[in-house]
């Protein structure tokens, strides 16, 4: 009785582990896709904030925290930033402009993937929320607007 045991467990964990190993086929679980951000022929370093993409994969951070410590890049006043995604989200995507840790205030936008940086020098904090149906992405960006 007590060797089908044994074979029963040894037979259920080589089923378990060949699944989990089948499953993710040796890969790195996948992440949400990555975000494209440029002024003109200014490239601008995105920092993805939060995520939570399939199989549980997520990382929590404010976009504040994410961009506080970054340097700004330069933009001109009322400059087009144009917001592309290595793989196109479900829908257009919300940007924000990020105030504080927790103030961020919708802003209007011509068109769902650009933002028109204001006429006003200052720094300027930017968040992009995505969704596809494998999760979610929020992305941050800084711009020192002169």
Not at 5 to 19: D, H, W
Not at 29 to 44: F, H, N, V
Request: net charge positive.
């Amino acid at each position: 009785m007590k060797k089908w045991i044994v074979l029963f467990l040894s037979v259920a964990v080589c089923i378990y582990v060949l699944s989990f190993l089948n499953l993710f086929n040796g890969k790195p679980l996948p992440e949400a896709p990555r975000a494209y951000i440029k002024s003109a022929s200014i490239d601008i370093p995105v920092e993805t904030a939060s995520y939570y993409w399939k199989f549980g994969k997520e990382k929590n951070m404010s976009p504040w925290y994410a961009v506080k410590d970054k340097e700004a890049i330069i933009v001109p006043k009322n400059s087009v930033i144009k917001i592309s995604f290595k793989r196109e989200p479900d829908g257009p995507p919300i940007i924000r402009q990020v105030i504080t840790d927790n103030d961020n205030r919708d802003i209007e936008t011509k068109n769902s993937n650009e933002i028109t940086v204001p006429s006003s020098e200052g720094i300027y904090m930017y968040s992009i929320s995505a969704d596809w149906s494998e999760g979610s992405a929020q992305y941050a960006i800084k711009v020192h607007v002169k």
